[in-house]
């Protein structure tokens, strides 16, 4: 039982480049999360998906894009990247009794 | 709107010390509240999960409290030791929005 697991862990793109990132859970749980981790911010919602082939915005949902096409999968797509998108992403997903898990992280840098 | 504050930001023991970490929360609708460990460069890990008509969670040398009343909860730390330093980040399902709502974190060290 691998828990979240994130994939890549490190990243560095250019300022216009594109990339997906992949979350999955081998829980079987529906709900799943993609989070920015930035100093002094703490975490911020970006998207979310409440079951497969569904997605919602979140707190910062701008310069992103999700899916969700497999139940244990949740991706994070970013189209142009921007300077201002280096953060710590994190994918969580949540349990029935509303307890969340969260994979390790991928550190991405814009340049 | 839901706000969550974490006091101290930072803090140091000795080892063998015990320590309260303390977490609270503007509105009292919540449906549950997450503790959570971070290492540094690592995800967050799950300590303990305290629903909403619970009073405390116990796990190891680990007990946490809600008072959803007063807004606040506590991790309670027995028996410190340097492999607990991390940073510990408390957390709230928000009642009205459902989201997980985080506060900025306690920067624990615990010095051998």
């Known amino acids: 039982n691998a828990g979240v697991t994130q994939t890549p862990k490190f990243r560095v793109l250019k300022t216009g480049q594109s990339m997906t990132l992949l979350c999955a859970q081998d829980?079987?749980?529906?709900?799943m999360y993609w989070y920015r981790q930035d100093p002094g911010m703490g975490l911020r919602l970006i998207h979310y998906?409440?079951?497969?082939?569904?997605?919602a915005k979140g707190e910062v949902p701008d310069g992103y894009n999700v899916s969700r096409l497999k139940k244990q999968n949740f991706l994070l797509g970013l189209e142009s990247a921007a300077p201002s998108q280096t953060s710590v992403y994190f994918c969580?997903?949540?349990?029935?009794?509303?307890?969340?898990?969260f994979g390790p992280g991928t550190r991405l840098t814009v340049t | 709107k839901q706000e969550v504050t974490q006091i101290p930001a930072a803090l140091s023991v000795p080892e063998g010390e015990n320590l309260v970490l303390n977490c609270s929360f503007t509105?009292?609708?919540?449906?549950?509240l997450q503790w959570f460990r971070q290492d540094p460069g690592k995800g967050l890990t799950s300590l303990l999960l305290?629903?909403?008509?619970?009073r405390e969670q116990t796990s190891g040398r680990l007990n946490a409290s809600l008072d959803k009343s007063s807004g606040r909860s506590t991790l309670y730390i027995a028996a410190s030791q340097p492999g607990d330093s991390a940073t510990y980040l408390c957390?709230?399902?928000?009642?009205?929005?459902?989201?997980?709502?985080f506060g900025t974190g306690t920067l624990l060290a615990v010095q051998p």
């Open positions: 305290i629903q909403s008509s619970q």
């Open positions: 829980m079987n749980h529906e709900y």
């Open positions: 969580a997903s949540m349990n029935p009794y509303l307890e969340q898990y």
């Open positions: 957390a709230v399902r928000d009642g009205a929005t459902n989201k997980l709502i």
């Open positions: 998906s409440v079951g497969e082939g569904t997605t």
């Open positions: 509105d009292s609708a919540i449906y549950n």
